[in-house]
């Protein structure tokens, strides 16, 4: 059988890892962690990520390279291309880890975003907050997760201090306009090599301090949004010529208008779901995308709920198995759990998350608020 390279060793090189070996493949992980979620599941080389010696070595034992985390060194891909077989390219992470580059791309595939304008200048920050108005985001063009090197202007007195704070990375800065959303969407787009797409059912998610804590699927929102939105998930899949997986994050307002947030090039946090409730995961589809395999099916097999497990919450799991058993048993629900391997169950920490496979969306969620696990 090949090998598959991963750049990046953490929980989404795992799962990527896990569903691959069920199609013969072998893994190797490039991770500085010694002890990396992956690695435990696959042969793992410890070193930084832009350890050119390291890539070289990656090069070398895998047929074929992907990567978990879009902010990989732009050298360390060129260096890859050479290399080895990337079939994803440089192009797309190079797209894709920049928040203009990105928002230019999808706008070029035809597909709306918030408004937004570059900044250069604290002088271009306030032209920019007059016009997309009050309270607007800005935010780092690079670098950002979690909401972390993100500001919003609730004041024009806030102008200068929000300036100074995001400026100081150095990073060229964006300002979007705060899009009043109903909800949150996002759609995972699949393309192989030869252009086939598949799109997965659009998640609901629920953020809690800007860090994914529900995916709810289906979506409680029109069919005609749904449609929509796996729609404009293909165009941006093929507009940005996507080998792989793309996930598309997007706002609901209430008008029904549909704007694109932000994108990532890999499997993402709101498609866990599809571990037991599509008849193909993500994780499958990648692997199938990336080795020119055709692309497995998509559809729902079940209502499902997927809930993040972070440091504070695995006590609380662990603590409570009896009592959410038997929540589960009357409600009728099936919760799936899948844990990381981290050692360190540290606060706001991505530990694991629970697939609830439920009846409805409704049961899930009540399995949810009676296990007392995740107190939000
Ligand atoms: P991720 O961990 O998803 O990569 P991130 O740090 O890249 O997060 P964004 O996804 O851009 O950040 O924003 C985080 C959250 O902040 C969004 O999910 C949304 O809830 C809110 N948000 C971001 N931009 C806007 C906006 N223009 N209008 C309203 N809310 C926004
Ligand atoms: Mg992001
Ligand atoms: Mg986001």
Known sequence: ????????????????????????????????????????????????????????ELAKRADVITYEFENVDAGVAAMLMEESYVPQGSELLYTTQHRLREKRAIEASGVRVAPYAE?????????????LG??????????GYDGKGQWVIRSEAEIGQAYAELSRSGVELVLEQFIRFDKELSVIAARSPQGEIQTFPVAENIHVDNILHLSI?????????????????????????????????????????????????????SGHYTMEACRTSQFEQHVRAVCNLPLGGTELLTPVVMV????????????RMAVADDAAKRLGVEPKIHLYGKSEAITKRKMGHVNVLAPDVDAALAWIAETTIWRV
């Open 217 to 269: 699927v289906p979506a409680r929102v029109a069919e005609r949004v749904q449609e929509e939105a796996r729609q404009l998930a293909m165009r941006i899949a093929e507009g940005l010529n996507v080998v792989g997986l793309i996930a598309v994050e997007m706002f609901l307002t209430s008008g029904g208008e549909l704007f694109v947030n932000e994108l990532a090039p890999r499997p993402h946090n």
């Open 1 to 56: 059988g090949s090998t598959i390279g991963i750049l990046g060793g953490g929980q989404l090189g795992r799962m990527m890892a896990l569903a691959g070996s069920n199609l013969g493949y072998r893994f190797v992980a490039l991770d500085p962690a010694p002890d990396a979620p992956c690695g435990q599941v696959s042969a793992q080389i410890t070193a930084a990520y832009d350890d050119r010696e390291a890539a070289r």
């Open 308 to 319: 993040n497990v972070l440091g504070e919450h695995v006590e609380p799991l662990l603590a």
């Open 119 to 131: 900044i250069r200048s604290e002088q271009e920050l306030r032209e920019a907050v007059a016009k």
């Open 134 to 143: 009050i309270p607007s985001v800005l935010k780092t063009a690079t670098g």
